[in-house]
C-alpha cells in the first residue's frame, strides 16, 4: 500500500509541476486549441499537487489516512468520467485517451484495493459466537435504551427497527437529519422507531445530540446485524456506481463524511417487529439504500394488526 500511495504521490506532483511550468504543453500535444488563461492550467496542477501532498502524507499510515485515499478514488472516478465524457462527445481529441490513462485509470483499481483493506482494518469487533442468534435468542438478549429486552418492548406495539451503517457513513448522517420525518412516519403508523447502531452503550449519543430521546439499541459486536441476516458488504455494495452517486447527491446536501465510527463494512437495513417476529423487512441492497417506512408499512400482511393504522 505505501509503494502504491508513493508513486501516486510521485507523479501527481510531476504533474503539477509539468501543468504550472508548462502550462501550453498538452494542448501542443493533443493539437488542441490552448486556453486563453493559463492560469486555469495551473491551477488545476496546483490541485493536483495537493492531492500528491495528501497522498505522502497518506503513504506513512494508509489505514490512519484511509480519507485520503478515499478522496484519491474519488478523483480518479470522476477524473476518468469526465475524460470518457469529454472525448466520446468530441471536446477532447481521441489520443487523450493517454491522459485518461495515466492520470486515473491506472490508479482506480489499486487504490479501491487500498480502500477495501482500511475498511477491513477498521471492521468492528468480532462477534462472541461462531453462530448467529435467532431471532428468539437476540430478542430476549438485546436491550432497548429504555431498558426492556427488544422481545419485551415488541410485546407492546410495532417496533420500526432501522439498523444503521457507521456514524461517518454520509447516509446515516443523512437518516439522522431526516430522523424527524421518519420518527413521525412511524408513529403515523402506530409504531416505535428504535435504531440499532454499532457502538458502545451511550457513545452514540455524541453523534445523535438533540435526538438522542429516540430509542436505541447498542450492538458493538453487530451480532443483532447478523441475527436479522444483515451482512457485510463487499465492493459494489459498497463503492459500486449507485453509491458513488447517491454519496455525492448527499454531501452536496450538507451531509458530509466522517471517521469511521462502527464497522465499516456493515450493511444496514430496517424492519418492522413485533410479538417477537419479523412483520416486514427491508434489507438494503447496497451502502446507500435508505429506509423506507412507507414501504415497510405497505408490506404488512393484511389486516396489519389492531394497533396498526393502514399505510
Same mark, same amino acid.
Given at each position: 500500500?505505501?509503494?502504491?500511495?508513493?508513486?501516486?504521490?510521485?507523479?501527481?506532483?510531476?504533474?503539477?509541476? +509539468?501543468?504550472?511550468?508548462?502550462?501550453?504543453?498538452?494542448?501542443?500535444?493533443?493539437?488542441?486549441?490552448?486556453? =486563453?488563461?493559463?492560469?486555469? +492550467?495551473?491551477?488545476?496542477?496546483?490541485?493536483?499537487?495537493?492531492?500528491?501532498?495528501?497522498?505522502?502524507?497518506?503513504?506513512? =499510515?494508509?489505514?490512519?489516512?484511509?480519507?485520503?485515499?478515499?478522496?484519491?478514488?474519488?478523483?480518479?472516478?470522476?477524473?476518468?468520467?469526465?475524460?470518457?465524457?469529454?472525448?466520446?462527445?468530441?471536446?477532447?481529441?481521441?489520443?487523450?485517451?493517454?491522459?485518461?490513462?495515466? =492520470?486515473?485509470?491506472?490508479? +482506480?483499481?489499486?487504490?479501491?484495493?487500498?480502500?477495501?483493506?482500511?475498511?477491513?482494518?477498521?471492521?468492528?469487533?468480532?462477534?462472541?459466537?461462531?453462530?448467529?442468534?435467532?431471532?428468539?435468542?437476540?430478542?430476549?438478549?438485546?436491550?432497548?435504551?429504555?431498558?426492556?429486552?427488544?422481545?419485551?418492548?415488541?410485546?407492546? &406495539?410495532?417496533?420500526?427497527?432501522?439498523?444503521?451503517?457507521?456514524?461517518?457513513? #454520509?447516509?446515516?448522517?443523512?437518516?439522522?437529519?431526516?430522523?424527524? #420525518?421518519?420518527?413521525?412516519?412511524?408513529?403515523?403508523?402506530?409504531?416505535?422507531?428504535?435504531?440499532?447502531?454499532?457502538?458502545? =452503550?451511550?457513545?452514540?449519543?455524541?453523534?445523535?445530540?438533540?435526538?438522542?430521546?429516540?430509542?436505541?439499541?447498542?450492538?458493538?459486536?453487530?451480532?443483532?446485524?447478523?441475527?436479522?441476516?444483515?451482512?457485510?458488504?463487499?465492493?459494489?455494495?459498497?463503492?459500486?456506481?449507485?453509491?458513488?452517486?447517491?454519496?455525492?447527491?448527499?454531501?452536496?446536501?450538507?451531509?458530509?463524511?466522517?471517521?469511521?465510527?462502527?464497522?465499516?463494512?456493515?450493511?444496514?437495513?430496517?424492519?418492522?417487529?413485533?410479538?417477537? &417476529?419479523?412483520?416486514?423487512?427491508?434489507?438494503?441492497?447496497?451502502?446507500?439504500?435508505?429506509?423506507?417506512?412507507?414501504?415497510?408499512?405497505?408490506?404488512?400482511?393484511?389486516?396489519?394488526?389492531?394497533?396498526?393504522?393502514?399505510?
Amino acid at each position: 500500500m505505501r509503494k502504491v500511495l508513493l508513486a501516486a504521490a510521485l507523479y501527481h506532483l510531476l504533474f503539477a509541476g +509539468w501543468a504550472i511550468c508548462w502550462p501550453y504543453l498538452w494542448f501542443d500535444w493533443t493539437g488542441m486549441e490552448p486556453l =486563453n488563461h493559463p492560469v486555469l +492550467w495551473q491551477g488545476l496542477g496546483i490541485v493536483i499537487g495537493a492531492l500528491g501532498i495528501g497522498l505522502l502524507l497518506a503513504a506513512k =499510515n494508509p489505514i490512519q489516512h484511509w480519507l485520503i485515499v478515499l478522496v484519491g478514488l474519488a478523483k480518479f472516478t470522476f477524473g476518468g468520467i469526465g475524460f470518457a465524457v469529454a472525448i466520446f462527445e468530441g471536446h477532447l481529441p481521441l489520443r487523450a485517451v493517454g491522459m485518461m490513462l495515466v =492520470n486515473d485509470l491506472i490508479w +482506480w483499481a489499486p487504490f479501491a484495493a487500498i480502500l477495501w483493506a482500511c475498511l477491513r482494518a477498521y471492521a468492528g469487533v468480532p462477534p462472541t459466537r461462531s453462530e448467529p442468534y435467532s431471532i428468539s435468542e437476540a430478542a430476549a438478549t438485546y436491550h432497548l435504551s429504555s431498558g426492556q429486552t427488544l422481545a419485551e418492548a415488541s410485546d407492546s &406495539k410495532m417496533l420500526a427497527l432501522v439498523f444503521l451503517r457507521h456514524f461517518g457513513c #454520509t447516509f446515516t448522517r443523512q437518516i439522522l437529519r431526516g430522523l424527524e #420525518t421518519i420518527q413521525k412516519e412511524a408513529k403515523a403508523h402506530g409504531a416505535e422507531l428504535v435504531l440499532v447502531h454499532m457502538l458502545q =452503550n451511550g457513545k452514540e449519543t455524541r453523534y445523535l445530540g438533540e435526538r438522542s430521546g429516540v430509542s436505541r439499541i447498542a450492538d458493538p459486536r453487530c451480532e443483532l446485524y447478523r441475527a436479522f441476516g444483515l451482512g457485510k458488504g463487499g465492493l459494489i455494495e459498497l463503492f459500486g456506481p449507485h453509491v458513488w452517486w447517491r454519496g455525492a447527491v448527499a454531501i452536496f446536501k450538507g451531509c458530509g463524511l466522517g471517521h469511521l465510527a462502527g464497522d465499516g463494512l456493515q450493511m444496514p437495513g430496517a424492519f418492522l417487529f413485533r410479538d417477537g &417476529k419479523i412483520v416486514s423487512s427491508q434489507p438494503a441492497r447496497s451502502a446507500a439504500d435508505l429506509p423506507d417506512l412507507s414501504g415497510l408499512f405497505k408490506a404488512l400482511p393484511a389486516p396489519a394488526g389492531s394497533d396498526t393504522l393502514p399505510a
